[in-house]
């Protein structure tokens, strides 16, 4: 119902940015919460960021809470995560999450978002 694509990872050395986009298809994200996680092999899926439906209110991990930042273009039903400072903790497949309908709840839980795309592989060199 919504294709959620990842793009914009690549490799980049350690204090370095960038920034991945997130495209969806078939509906508009507007209604629902958007976020971000990752996973590195061997590791947990963890969460990275949130933004609620229509731009609000906006969660961080502390991990990469001051280095990271998502925002969303409903114009363009995309959703961006800018990523600077890298570190090599970083390293990971990224992946976009869209869930929800015009949630009122504080967060999601992670098994509450419906729609999840296929990654981005970020990299970042010591």
């Known amino acids: 119902q919504v294709q959620l694509v990842e793009s914009g990872g690549g490799l980049v050395p350690t204090g370095g940015s960038l920034r991945l986009s997130c495209a969806a298809s078939?509906?508009?994200?507007?209604?629902?919460?958007m976020a971000w996680f990752r996973q590195a092999p061997g590791k947990e899926r963890e969460f990275v960021t949130t933004?609620?439906?229509?731009?609000?209110?906006?969660d961080y991990g502390d991990s990469v809470k001051g280095r990271f930042t998502i925002s969303r273009d409903n114009a363009a039903n995309t959703v961006y995560l800018q990523m600077n400072s890298l570190k090599p903790e970083d390293t990971a497949v990224y992946y976009c999450?869209?869930?929800?309908?015009?949630?009122?709840?504080?967060?999601?839980?992670?098994?509450?978002?419906?729609?999840w795309g296929q990654g981005t592989q970020v990299t970042v060199s010591s």
């Open positions: 933004i609620k439906w229509r731009g609000g209110r906006t």
């Open positions: 078939g509906r508009t994200i507007d209604p629902y919460d």
């Open positions: 999450a869209a869930g929800g309908l015009y949630n009122t709840a504080y967060r999601l839980r992670e098994e509450e978002y419906t729609f």
